[in-house]
């Protein structure tokens, strides 16, 4: 069951932006960090963004999470390729005492 | 490099227990907390619960009256049983480290188990 929403797609052609939304309520996003995870086919999912807007060694600077109240934003830059992956966003849920993932996001390089 | 590798059973019956052990090498388990994850084919990710060094646990509550989980410092590895499974329980299971703050960051490859008779 599936707290957190997003939208099942997003597309675009390499080089363009994709922005992905995540939208929550008071007790997950709106009180605490939100995660970004990518997760590309056949593979186990990565972490991509902690903290709402922090990348780990590794994740390119074309990575960039944001927060604003009960919803966040993944955006992608520069898309690639390689980019192609699902993408979930996820926080902790005080109501729950559990963590939640999003619907999560097929991006697709056209 | 912490690493995290899955092991167990790959099929169980339905009404039995699923259980899934987990391996970390190249970092102790003594430190962090340590999270089981589950994901149906072609269905998105569900956090299954995470246990953490003091041995307490936060249990998805959709599934907490079927789970336990265990930690095995000796062995650095923690655990998973899933009582009374059925076959909405078939899944990828995927442990991973617990980063608190700075969220799941270590993952193993996943394993498929399968409900069915």
């Known amino acids: 069951q599936s707290v957190l929403t997003q939208p099942p797609s997003a597309s675009g052609t390499p080089g363009q932006r994709v922005t992905i939304s995540c939208s929550g309520s008071?007790?997950?996003?709106?009180?605490?960090?939100v995660y970004w995870y990518q997760q590309l086919p056949g593979t186990a999912p990565k972490l991509l963004i902690y903290r709402n807007n922090q990348r780990p060694s590794g994740v390119p600077d074309r990575f960039s999470g944001s927060k604003s109240g009960t919803s966040a934003s993944l955006a992608i830059s520069g898309l690639r390729s390689e980019d192609e992956a699902d993408y979930y966003c996820?926080?902790?849920?005080?109501?729950?005492?559990?963590?939640?993932f999003g619907t999560g996001t097929k991006v697709t390089v056209l | 490099q912490v690493q995290l590798q899955e092991s167990g059973p790959r099929l169980v019956k339905p009404s039995e227990t699923l259980s899934l052990t987990c391996s970390v090498s190249?970092?102790?388990?003594?430190?962090?907390?340590w999270t089981w994850l589950r994901q149906p084919a072609g269905k998105g990710l569900e956090w299954i619960g995470r246990?953490?060094?003091?041995?307490?646990?936060n249990y998805n509550p959709s599934l907490k009256s079927r789970l336990t989980m265990s930690l095995d410092t000796s062995k650095n590895q923690f655990s998973l049983k899933l009582t009374a499974v059925t076959a909405a329980d078939t899944a990828v299971y995927y442990c991973a480290r617990d980063g608190g703050v700075w969220g799941i960051d270590y993952w193993g490859q996943g394993t498929l188990v399968t409900v069915s008779s």
């Open positions: 996820a926080a902790w849920d005080d109501s729950l005492s559990g963590y939640v």
């Open positions: 246990i953490y060094i003091s041995g307490s646990t």
């Open positions: 008071s007790s997950n996003i709106g009180s605490i960090y």
């Open positions: 190249g970092g102790s388990i003594s430190s962090y907390s």
